[in-house]
């Protein structure tokens, strides 16, 4: 797992790529974190070159979205694979965190 972290239209983006497991999860979530701050600023996490993630990564995704949503916060979620996308919507993550296909309208949509 590797991720990156960058800020593009008052947004912090964090892209993760490869896996996202039990044996990484704890690191996915002290980064994304870590993209929290000081401030109300969005938070959008790419995952464009995400590969996998267990159901400890999708812990860590829920957990961040409810943490941002008490701080009143943007939590976006964008460019997810077909396979991913299918593990979201049968959990049901997608009816709770705001899905976007790709990160263009990830970030369109904090403009509303």
Do not use: W
Request: glycine share 6%.
């Amino acid at each position: 797992m590797k991720v990156t972290t960058e800020e593009a239209a008052g947004a912090m983006i964090t892209k993760t790529e490869g896996r996202v497991d039990s044996s990484n999860a704890r690191a996915f979530d002290d980064a994304l974190r870590a993209t929290f701050g000081e401030g109300d600023h969005p938070v959008i996490v790419d995952c464009e070159e995400l590969t996998y993630v267990s159901s400890a990564g999708l812990r860590v995704v829920l957990l961040a979205a409810k943490t941002l949503q008490q701080q009143n916060r943007k939590f976006k979620i964008c460019s997810l694979t077909n396979s991913i996308r299918d593990l979201f919507e049968i959990s049901g993550f997608d009816k709770i965190i705001d899905v976007y296909p790709d990160r263009s309208a990830a970030l369109a949509s904090l403009e509303n």
